[in-house]
């Protein structure tokens, strides 16, 4: 487990023991096509893609989160989410737990903000879009990039936040990784996303 998720689940934790924060009941999935998807590392050239199409869709279903024998459910504070992104010729279908960070009353129950957590297999997911930018994007010099190191891929933003009382939401997400370059230095790797303002396609 990433050092991320082990500070969501401390948040989680925390979160349910002094009750919830908001009912999440909600199942609504945004939609937009303002989304930014950029690379950057200091070897190589930046490379970003805009104005891409992305939804993403929130929702309450219970579930439980055991990654350290913890074993509590999803309570009012916590919920899941989904979102379909495709770019650089890579399709960026992944997953997570969300946990409100602030709460908001509207017609559907969403929160004003909220953080955002990758499963296992979205941070693979992300691992393999950064990796492919390092080795086959044509924006590092040939022989410039000897090792990516996985073990170091840590995502250091994580932000959904909503507006116009739900029915509009932006999201972050921010993932680092560290490399080694042909001079034997520890060099650093970046992959952004971002969501742009994205509208509701449905609100129950």
């Known amino acids: ?18 009750g919830p924060a908001a009912a ?29 199409d992305m939804t993403i869709n929130m929702f309450g279903d219970g579930f439980i989160v055991d990654p350290v024998d913890l074993d509590f459910d999803a309570g009012g504070n ?15 279908d992944d997953e997570g737990l969300f946990i409100i960070s ?9 929160p004003k903000k909220a953080t955002m957590d990758v499963s296992d297999e979205s941070h693979l997911d992300l691992i393999g879009a950064i990796d492919d930018y390092l080795t086959n994007s044509g924006q590092c010099k040939a022989g410039k990039i000897v ?22 939401l932006e999201v972050r997400m921010d993932m680092q ?3 080694d370059n042909d001079k034997g230095k ?3 790797v970046t ?3 971002s969501s742009g303002k994205m509208a509701s396609i449905a609100i129950d």
Do not use: H
């Open 1 to 18: 487990m990433n050092k991320f998720t082990k500070s969501m689940t401390a948040i989680a934790v925390s979160a349910l023991i002094a």
């Open 24 to 52: 999440v009941d909600f199942d609504v999935t945004w939609s937009g096509s303002k989304a930014k998807v950029s690379f950057k590392a200091a070897d190589c050239k930046s490379a970003s893609e805009n104005n891409l």
């Open 78 to 92: 916590t919920g899941l989410w989904e979102s379909t992104l495709f770019s650089f010729g890579y399709s960026f």
């Open 102 to 110: 602030q709460t908001g009353k509207t017609k559907a129950d969403a």
């Open 147 to 168: 090792e990516l190191f996985p073990s170091t891929c840590q995502i250091t933003k994580g932000d959904a936040q909503w507006s116009k009382k739900g029915e509009k």
């Open 177 to 179: 990784c560290e490399y």
């Open 186 to 188: 520890r060099k650093k």
């Open 191 to 193: 992959l952004n996303i």
